[in-house]
Every structure is written in structure tokens, then in C-alpha cells.
């Protein structure tokens, strides 16, 4: 083991030279003339400059403090005193000092009491006692101010005549063994929480005290660790009182009936450079943990061995039990099993699972509420949050629940809602477990917010962007084609990183490419369905651009589809492009803010317009509107080719297609209403409302 020792005192004196020092004399001679001491032992030899008293040794260049010696004190100081207040002055001069020190247990022997790092006026160990006192005072001297002994305890014993916090802390003493401040011993790692270090476990620790204006500052950790940057104790206190103007400075520690040994193995102090702990050397130093006993000769292994080897054969025997019970369950249960569960079996979640998940599906996990249930936020066993639909049986809450589990189940995405699993508790009571989407709905951070949480012009166009992808996935990239049939910005859901995510296939219906969706029961949302949906009662892939081109709408303007007391959204923004004002139609938020590219703003206006035109051949496919959304502006071909941006420009710009645009409808105005869509379905069709309440557009 490499040790270096070396010592240093300095001392910086003025003496006149000319007649101008004679001058300026008075004014030197009232400054304090300042002593500087540094020193730095990495390892102890006897010659060193040290002070030791009573069990108070250097063996194998380590200083320690005491043995195995019942009831003993062990003190150590260094040979001189320094300079620790100015003369004649209430200055305390700041220190910093740094130690390597190991609390070593003797095998099979309790272990007790503790060190101190010690100030003190005076050498030797008069007027101390062991055991609690740990060296440094007694019975009758302990709190008494003429002491002028300052202290920072290392103690593994709590007594409760000093008022200890437990039996592994760390204290500032002040003239007495009851501390004026202490906490547990460890460290503060950063950015991370508190680490417990046992004192008497035989590891080695370093620490630093420093003092410096008033604050008393105490950091330890593991020897090697870097130092934490927050101390374990930061106490404000003025030791002008405490201190004389030369002190001893040193260790000192005691054993009781309880011993172990206090060992020093290197030290560094300083009252003019806070940086000199970083001469020790902490590295490649004796390690005092006790070594462990083989456990396989222990009396207790050879006991715990028989009786674990009985206990593996009795739940061996009890786990085969239970696998021919459950097998048994099981084939009673798959008799009664629906056709649809055993298709989807796969992504099964147990009722017990989900339950311990939403804590027994407390309200304040609630988090929405739609027609067939409501929608809790839950934190599976492995960490994972998660939302859970629960759909009750009524208003077509199976054919939902299957639409769900059929469609999106199967579907991966980065902008579809991720379908975990599902769960059937008893039949009619369903269960749907989705990826948790920590920014809510597109709605609420268009409508419902304030500025704070409003989206920006590009978060739109972005979120825009994120919800065509999904329904082109949808529309081209699976085995199957799948019509979500009820897009609207309150079923876009926002992750972590504000991804737009289309959710909610409880109206999704699949097909084979090339086939044609037969006529079904008018379903979506009022103010989102398409024209043609009234009329004949099937859904294509032009009723989802339909919806997406109201998506946009909404999202640009910042209005409902339907409002009362104002004309439809889509009328109202064509209304605006034909008197040359569609700008006025731009969310009011965002023009007051003027963050936005104008021209960018007319073309995804357009774009809605478009998409929502009413006769569905005039409409985009979803790969065209995805290519003007990512903004491609290539020359304009024929329209029947690959690339059809340059085209839909030229078609959005298209004063003529604008012209007959409230006529083809075949209503009074720009969208069907409650009205219109009454007298077009009998009493058994059915319409669904993203809301409890029938709320128009939402």
C-alpha cells in the first residue's frame, strides 16, 4: 500500500524597507497577520507529528483509536495548535478538513460506541470518560460552555440521555454530546435519493467538514466515491464563542461494554485551501469487513435444506393438483365459451388484473365517460399505464366491444391507439385495456383550454398529419381495409410526446380490398357525416376523408362542426373562401399570436374544404391528402398518376368546383342536420354520440 505524509505550516509576515512603509505602518499593523496550515496524512508513522493518548496506537501506518478493550478511550491529536480565531477578534478563520475512517467489528462481539472529530483547547483526556461519552467529556462536564469543544460524532449506539436519533447517525457537537443538529448516516447521490451507510460495517468512508461563513457543512461517502454535492448536514452557527484562538485538532472515540475498533487511515486539513482533500489517496486500501462463514457448514443450512427439500415436493404435489383442477376449469369453461372469445383468447387480461390496476375502479381514476361506459386510468402490475373502457351491454355496447377487438386489436400503428388486451367478467360486462395517452383528447387542446395549453399552428398541422397517416394505414396498409366511420378531434388522443393517435373503433367495420361495404345502419357522429351516408347507408373510404376534412376544419378554426346559433362550420368556411376572406375563418387564438405561415394556413383550408366537398368523387383518397399535408410540390401531371399533390393544388384553387359547392348537397345547407337525418332513417337506426348527452358536432 502506497502512503504519502507530508506537512506544512507557512507564515506571511510585513516588514518596512522604505520610508513610505514607515508611512503606512499603523495601517499594516492593524490587519491580523494570517497562519496558513496544511497538511495531508495518507497513512500514519509513529515519528508523524501526532499526539496519542490512552488506547491510541499506529499499527501498519493506520491510526487507531481503540481495540478490543472493554470501556477504553482512544485519542489522537495533531502535535501543535493552530490558529483557529483571529487575536482579539470574534473571526473564526474557515476550515476545511477530509478523513478516511473505518468502524471495524470484532466476530461474534456486539459492536459500540462511536468517534469524533474534535476541536479542543487542551491535550490529553482529563476530565472524559468511555462508553457514551465517547472520549470526549463526562457526567459532570458534558453542556458546560467553558468546554470550547466543538465536535462532529460518528455514533453507532442510541442513547437517550443525548437525545440520539438512532443508532447510526451523524451529529455537530457544540460543548456536548447532545447535538445541535444530526442526521441518519449516507449520502445524497445525485439526482437520486438517500443512500444509508452503516458506520460500524467495517467499509471504509470518507468524509469532509468544512466551515466557511457561519455554515458548518458535513458530506460523506464510500472511500473512492466522488464527493455528493449536497452535504448530509448544513447547519448555520457562529463558533466564535466556541473557539479559543489556537485549538488542537484530532480524533477521539471510546468503547463500553459494546467495543469495536476506530481507525483512521488518512487525513488532510487546511484553513486556507478547501481543494487539498483531493491529495488522499483513496484507493487500494485495507477492507475491515468481516468475511462471512461458509453458509453450507452452518447447522441452519443443513437444517433449511431438509426442510426446503419438503417443502419443493409439497408444492411440487400441490402445483400438479392445481394444473389438473385448472385443466378441468378450463374445458368446462371453453364449452360455454362464445365462438368471438375464442377467437381473440390471445389477448385475454384477467378481471383480477385490471381491478388491482384502477384500484378497484375508484372514481378518482375516472378519467372519461362515453355512451357505453366509462374510462379509467390504471398502472398494470409490471408499471405500465393504461386506460380501461368498461362497456356495459346496453346501446350496442357488444357489437362495439367486438368492432373494437376485431379492428384495432390487430392493427399496429404509431398513430392508431394501441389495444392492449381485453377481459370478459361475466357476459354482457366487457372490458377494453388501451395504451394511456398522457396528453388527452385533440379537443381539449383546441376547445377546452386555455393559452397555456393551447396548440400551436404547427402542432396542428403536425397532429394532422399523425391522424392521415393512421387512417391511410387503415385504408391501405393492412390485410384487410378498415373504415373507422366516426373520425372527430375527441377520438384523436395525444401521447407523451403530443403524437396524434387516432382511437375509439367501436363503429370500425373491415373488409376485403376491391369489395364494396353493403348498406348498413346510418352510425357516426352529427356534423361528421357524410352526405351520401344519409342517402344510401354505406360507408367508404370517401365518408373517412369526409370526417378527416371536418377534422381539419375544426382544428383550424377552432369551432364545432355544429354550434348553436351560428351557420355550419363547413358552410360558413366556404362562405369565407368565396368572399376572399378565408383567413377569417382561421382560429382567432392563432392570428392573434401571429405564428403562422398564411399561405400554408389557405392550403390545409383548402385541403378541408376538399376533403368534405359533398359529392364523394370530387373527394382525396387519403394518400393524396397525406402528400399535401407533407407538402410535396412537384410539377402537376395527369391526375391519374402516382403523384398527385401538384393536381390537388390546381383542383383546390379551382374557382369553378367552388362555384356549385352549397347546390350539391341536396340540403338547405352545407350539412345534413337532425332533420334531414330523421327523415332519412327509420326509428331502429342508431347514431353514436361521443358524449352521454346528444350534443351536435362534438
Not at 348498413?520 to 376523408?545: H, N
Amino acid at each position: 500500500m502506497s502512503f504519502l505524509c507530508f506537512s506544512t505550516m507557512k507564515e506571511k509576515n510585513q516588514h518596512p524597507k522604505h520610508l513610505l512603509l514607515l508611512i503606512l505602518l499603523p495601517a499594516i499593523l492593524s490587519l491580523q497577520s494570517a497562519l496558513a496550515v496544511d497538511f495531508v496524512f495518507n497513512g500514519f508513522n509513529s515519528s508523524d507529528m501526532l499526539l496519542l493518548y490512552s488506547n491510541a496506537t499506529v499499527e501498519s501506518r493506520i491510526l487507531t483509536l481503540t481495540n478490543s478493550t472493554n470501556f477504553s478511550i482512544g485519542r489522537a491529536l495533531y502535535k501543535s495548535k493552530i490558529p483557529a480565531k483571529a487575536p482579539n477578534s470574534s473571526y473564526v478563520y474557515p476550515f476545511s478538513t477530509s478523513f478516511i475512517f473505518s468502524i471495524a467489528p470484532y466476530k461474534n462481539t456486539l459492536p459500540g460506541h462511536g468517534m469524533v472529530f474534535i476541536f479542543t483547547p487542551v491535550a490529553g483526556i482529563k476530565g472524559t470518560s468511555s462508553s457514551q461519552h465517547l472520549g470526549l467529556f463526562n457526567f459532570t462536564n458534558d453542556g458546560i460552555p467553558s468546554n470550547h469543544v466543538f465536535g462532529v460524532e460518528f455514533d453507532v449506539f442510541k442513547n437517550e440521555e443525548f437525545q440520539d436519533i438512532n443508532d447510526n447517525h451523524v451529529g455537530i457537537d457544540v460543548n456536548s454530546l447532545k447535538s445541535v443538529e444530526a442526521h441518519e448516516a449516507g449520502y445524497w447521490p445525485e439526482n437520486s435519493d438517500f443512500k444509508k451507510l452503516k458506520l460500524n460495517s467495517g467499509e471504509n468512508y470518507q468524509v469532509w467538514i468544512d466551515y466557511k461563513d457561519f455554515f458548518i457543512n458535513v458530506t460523506m461517502v464510500r472511500a473512492g466515491m466522488q464527493r455528493p454535492r449536497t452535504p448530509i448536514l448544513s447547519v448555520f452557527y457562529n463558533l466564535s464563542d466556541v473557539f479559543e484562538d489556537e485549538m488542537f485538532v484530532g480524533f477521539t472515540s471510546s468503547t463500553g461494554q459494546l467495543v469495536e475498533s476506530h481507525k483512521v487511515l488518512a487525513w488532510s486539513f487546511s484553513n486556507s485551501n478547501f481543494s487539498l482533500s483531493e491529495s488522499l489517496i483513496t484507493s487500494g486500501l485495507p477492507s475491515f469487513v468481516l468475511p462471512k462463514s461458509p453458509i453450507f457448514k452452518s447447522k441452519g443450512f443443513i437444517a433449511g435444506i431438509v426442510v426446503g427439500g419438503l417443502f419443493v415436493i409439497g408444492v411440487c404435489a400441490l402445483f400438479s393438483l392445481f394444473l389438473i383442477k385448472r385443466h378441468r376449469r378450463l374445458a368446462r369453461e371453453r364449452e360455454d365459451m362464445e365462438d368471438w372469445e375464442l377467437e381473440f383468447w390471445p389477448h385475454r387480461i384477467t378481471y383480477q388484473e385490471i381491478e388491482a390496476a384502477t384500484k378497484s375502479f375508484g372514481e378518482e381514476n375516472v378519467i372519461g365517460v362515453g355512451a357505453n361506459g366509462k374510462v379509467y386510468k390504471g398502472v398494470l402490475a409490471g408499471g405500465a399505464e393504461v386506460a380501461v373502457k368498461r362497456i356495459s351491454h346496453e346501446n350496442d355496447g357488444m357489437r362495439e366491444f367486438l368492432a373494437e377487438i376485431s379492428s384495432i386489436g390487430r392493427l399496429k400503428h404509431r398513430n392508431l391507439v394501441g389495444l392492449r388486451g381485453w377481459c370478459k367478467r361475466e357476459k354482457g360486462s366487457f372490458m377494453l385495456v388501451y395504451d394511456y395517452m398522457e396528453n388527452g383528447s385533440l379537443d381539449k387542446r383546441v376547445f377546452d383550454c386555455d393559452e397555456s395549453k393551447m396548440l400551436s399552428f404547427e402542432d396542428r398541422i403536425r397532429i394532422l398529419r399523425d391522424v392521415a397517416s393512421g387512417v391511410l394505414y387503415l385504408h391501405e396498409g393492412w390485410e384487410s381495409k378498415v373504415l373507422h366511420r366516426d373520425i372527430k378531434a375527441s377520438n384523436v388522443l395525444l401521447d407523451k410526446e403530443m403524437n396524434g393517435r387516432l382511437g375509439d373503433f367501436g363503429l370500425a367495420r373491415m373488409h376485403g380490398h376491391g369489395e364494396v361495404l353493403g348498406t348498413t345502419r346510418v352510425v357516426g357522429t352529427i356534423g361528421y357525416l357524410a352526405p351520401e351516408i344519409i342517402r344510401v347507408g354505406r360507408a367508404s373510404d370517401q365518408t373517412d376523408v369526409f370526417g378527416f376534412g371536418i377534422l381539419i376544419l375544426e382544428v383550424m378554426c377552432g369551432r364545432r362542426p355544429i354550434e348553436d346559433g351560428k351557420p355550419p362550420l363547413v358552410e360558413w368556411v366556404w362562405q369565407l373562401m368565396v368572399q376572399g376572406k378565408l383567413m377569417d375563418g382561421f382560429d382567432e387564438r392563432l392570428r392573434t399570436k401571429g405564428e403562422f405561415n398564411e399561405e400554408e394556413v389557405e392550403r390545409v383550408l383548402h385541403l378541408g374544404l376538399l376533403c368534405a366537398y359533398p359529392d364523394p368523387n370530387a373527394r382525396p383518397s387519403m394518400r393524396q391528402v397525406v402528400k399535401v399535408l407533407e407538402g410535396k410540390n412537384d410539377q402537376p401531371e395527369e391526375s391519374e398518376t402516382e403523384d398527385m399533390d401538384a393536381y390537388l393544388l390546381h383542383k383546390l384553387q379551382s374557382k369553378e368546383m367552388w362555384s356549385d359547392f352549397s347546390q350539391t348537397f341536396g340540403y338547405g345547407s352545407a350539412h345534413p342536420t337532425f332533420e334531414d337525418i330523421k327523415q332519412s332513417i327509420s326509428t331502429s337506426m342508431s347514431l353514436s354520440w361521443s358524449n352521454t348527452s346528444m350534443v351536435e358536432g362534438r
